[in-house]
């Protein structure tokens, strides 16, 4: 039986009177692998935004089944950011000193950090295979080790959910590839439950389980073979536009 | 290429005797503390590309001191005020208004010098006071503003020490901070704010035109060769102190205006470290 870790209701965002979301409503179960596509401006990141608490927001979100108006969920969630494409080269931290920083969500003013800490940053460097990588400097490390080392990050509170914000975006193919590899074995091995925020819709359909497609509002939500054979989205996407799914092995 | 032995001991006796003046201990101690506070704000306002919030504070600072002047007030005390709500104006502009953090430095900063000329015109000219705010002096700081000094750089020192972990994240991610449930506007607040302060300190000790390369200049000699951001903040606070001690030695031999010796040094450890850098790759 499935165990519901997040619920969303009537969810709605405006932004300046704009509507940016309107009446969204699902659940996310524990385990699940879920891609969230839409085309730009359809309201991905506000989802998100919403989920992490950055922006006001008619209707509910429930964190097990905990109100999301009522506490703060950013201790339970792992973010991944888009690709810094601003991240300054000469930047002086280590990877070390980047994959701890993912700590002081949980920590109380005054936030100091404990051996325990950098114990967890080690472990989670090491589940992503860049425990070698530690004392070297961020801006100095290729692009796919950089979304590592932000991933390791996002993971070293040992979160329930992880949110990836479009995390391949800047990668060549193979550092997608490794990437894609790393999170579906976080899904699979270690049971995070991931929320993957993509255009790559081929992406989505080799690695996750469900796909949630928006268009200000919930356009569909249902496994990736369903989203393929949908006569729903067939429809949105018009006359003369057609959905090709291919099984990867 | 080594001086000769016996110009070694002239100076040295000179910078021996220099040290039993008053006037010079108050300059190394005032000096230390400012420039330890000021690399240390320095390191985390280069990295967030507000290196010349400095210069544009130092430039309101200008019309305040003329404001001061004008109504015959204490300097110092006429402008920590102002300066500190032209610092917030600036982050809110930057935040909130369509105009990026440089061009609200910008922004602020020709108006602090336009309203500063203005004033000065108004009160008769530029007198020797006002002129004295331009370049500094930190051989006449008086035992007041040394105390005043000690206090705010130590201020500098404790905030950013129990805000460390928190200064970081917003350095090198500030969405992320966000995210991590950092506040991220109260912690940029109390950054700018602690500017200002030390920017109106810092005038009087190497003048409006110079106490941005205070900030900017140890930060920047420390990036050349630190890898981590601790060593970093260190280095940068190493730097910032010898220049002070140096400089003011430097100038007091080489009879140097001290504000403008020490911003040289400055710029001799950035040259040394760009070149060590080279080495180092």
């Keep these: 039986m499935s165990v519901k870790l997040l619920e969303i209701r009537d969810l709605s965002v405006q932004y300046r009177g704009v509507e940016a979301l309107n009446g969204v409503s699902l659940d996310i179960d524990v385990g699940d692998y879920i891609g969230l596509a839409g085309t730009n401006g359809s309201g991905k990141t506000t989802l998100v935004k919403a989920i992490l608490g950055l922006v006001p927001f008619a209707g509910t979100i429930s964190f097990q089944s905990r109100s999301l108006r009522e506490f703060v969920a950013t201790k339970h969630i792992g973010y991944l950011p888009q690709k810094m494409s601003f991240l300054d080269q000469r930047f002086p931290a280590t990877a070390k000193e980047v994959v701890v920083s993912g700590v002081f969500c949980c920590k109380k003013f005054p936030k100091y950090l404990t051996r325990d800490d950098y114990k967890a940053a080690f472990q989670a460097m090491d589940i992503l295979g860049i425990a070698d990588l530690a004392n070297r400097m961020i801006g100095r490390l290729s692009g796919g080790q950089q979304q590592r080392v932000l991933l390791a990050r996002a993971l070293v509170h040992s979160p329930q959910l992880l949110i990836l914000d479009e995390p391949t975006e800047a990668l060549d193919p193979q550092s997608r590839e490794t990437f894609y590899s790393t999170v579906e074995r976080l899904n699979k091995e270690n049971g995070v439950t991931v929320l993957l925020v993509s255009h790559d819709i081929g992406s989505i359909g080799k690695y996750a389980s469900k796909m949630i497609y928006l268009d200000r509002e919930l356009v569909f939500y249902g496994t990736f073979e369903e989203f393929c054979k949908s006569s729903k989205m067939t429809d949105y996407f018009g006359a003369g536009q057609h959905i090709i799914c291919h099984k990867h092995q | ?281």
Excluded at chain 2, 68 to 95: G, K, M, N, R, T
Excluded at chain 2, 166 to 175: G, K, R
């Design chain 2, 1 to 281: 290429m080594a001086l000769p032995k016996d110009v070694m001991i002239e100076i040295f006796t000179e910078i021996q005797e220099s040290l039993q003046y008053a006037f010079v201990q108050r300059a190394i101690i005032a000096g230390c503390f400012m420039a330890l506070g000021c690399s240390f704000l320095g390191v985390f306002l280069v990295l967030r590309r507000f290196s010349l919030i400095g210069d544009g504070l130092a430039h309101v600072s200008f019309a305040t001191v003329a404001v001061a002047l004008l109504l015959d007030a204490q300097p110092i005390v006429v402008s920590i005020p102002l300066v500190a709500l032209a610092s917030l104006v600036v982050l809110h502009l930057s935040e909130n208004a369509r105009v990026h953090g440089d061009a609200a430095i910008g922004l602020v900063s020709s108006f602090g010098i336009a309203l500063g000329v203005i004033i000065a015109s108004t009160a008769g000219g530029f007198n020797v006071d006002l002129f004295s705010y331009l370049f500094g002096n930190i051989l006449s700081v008086s035992s007041l503003e040394v105390w005043l000094t000690i206090g705010i750089s130590l201020l500098v020192v404790l905030v950013t020490t129990l805000f460390y972990h928190d200064l970081f994240s917003i350095t090198f991610d500030e969405d992320y901070a966000q995210v991590s449930g950092i506040k991220v506007k109260v912690v940029n607040r109390i950054l700018i704010l602690l500017a200002s302060l030390i920017v109106v300190l810092g005038i009087k000790i190497v003048g409006t035109m110079l106490v941005s390369s205070l900030i900017i200049l140890p930060a920047i000699s420390a990036l050349q060769i630190m890898r981590s951001f601790k060593a970093t903040m260190a280095l940068a606070g190493v730097f910032a102190v010898a220049s002070v001690i140096v400089g003011i030695f430097t100038s007091y031999v080489l009879n140097y205006p001290s504000g403008a010796t020490i911003v040289m040094v400055n710029f001799g450890f950035f040259v040394g470290s760009f070149v060590l850098d080279r080495f180092i790759r």
